[in-house]
């Protein structure tokens, strides 16, 4: 019944997941675990974290799942609070085709009203349509009293037209928020090329889009004054603010047996 690996992970004892997508084993942090990916190390694909977030692999992609809290000299060297083995399908004995739908509700965001900005159209695929990207500018300084390399003085109106072109619109905006809503598909199968020769394809694409808002979250400012040593509040400010997140997720694996005993697999 569980959708995932992260979900299947947690009916492990001593395993906790957190976010829905990272693995803490024994209440110690991401730092403390590492993955491997059918005997590979798995490297996170998160900038910040070190942990690799499970829900990345469905659950009809996976032979097993293994979580090890006890070193042996088997494990990477990196090996502290807990080792989480992947194994995934490599030749399906029927085909394989899973296809889902989900949507989610939050009470403090779907249909309310958020703060946002004016991005790019393609914002809901999570890659910016080009309204992020630089300007077209010259490479040389820009200032009334600085000589072009031809020679000649910039004059005030090339200084106004370069000025607006890196003048982005920094300002917030009221946008409705929709349900959250994810999608996933994943399909798999063999073919027999000869007796013992087989092909295998197992595949794998999800995509989630959700929203948070926050209201009235206090954000306070303290400078310590010498004199009478104590803190002296600077400032007391009241903070507002919305979030859109837009993930991707994709796996494949290739093999392809040329016996009983020797195969070959390409895995991404």
């Known amino acids: 019944p569980d959708k995932d690996a992260a979900q299947a992970a947690q009916r492990v004892v001593g395993a906790t997941i957190v976010d829905g997508r990272f693995v803490y084993v024994r209440g110690l942090g991401d730092r403390y675990a590492n993955a491997q990916l059918n005997g590979a190390p798995l490297p996170s694909p998160e900038p910040d974290r070190q942990a690799v977030p499970l829900d990345l692999f469905p659950s009809l992609v996976l032979e097993s ?23 995934t399908r490599d030749l399906p004995e029927e085909f394989l085709f899973k296809a889902s739908l989900g949507v989610g509700f939050n009470t403090q965001a779907t249909f309310h009203d958020r703060l946002s900005y004016r ?15 630089l300007p077209d500018i010259p490479d040389y300084k820009l200032s009334r009293t600085t000589r072009k390399p031809d020679g000649e003085f910039i004059t005030q109106d090339e200084l106004t037209a370069n000025g607006r072109k890196i003048n982005s619109f920094m300002s ?25 020769q087989k092909l295998g394809l197992v595949g794998s694409l999800n995509y989630s889009r959700s929203w948070e808002v926050i209201e009235d979250r206090i954000r306070r400012k303290f400078d310590f004054n010498d004199t009478e040593q104590r803190l002296d509040q600077l400032s007391d400010l009241r903070e507002q603010s919305g979030k859109e997140k837009v993930r991707w997720g994709a796996f494949g694996t290739l093999t392809y047996q040329l016996s009983r005993n020797h195969k070959i697999t390409l895995t991404g």
Not at 75 to 80: E, H, M, N, T, W
Not at 120 to 132: E, K, V
Not at 175 to 183: D, E, G, M, Q
């Open 119 to 133: 991005g790019s159209n393609t914002d809901w695929l999570g890659f910016d349509g080009g309204t992020r990207q």
């Open 172 to 196: 917030a905006q009221e946008r409705f928020t929709l349900p959250s809503h994810s999608a996933s598909v994943v399909v798999g199968k063999t073919w027999k090329l000869g007796q013992e």
């Open 65 to 87: 799942l293994t979580i090890a809290k006890t070193f042996t000299p088997d494990k990477p060297g990196d090996f502290a609070g807990g080792s989480v083995r992947i194994k």
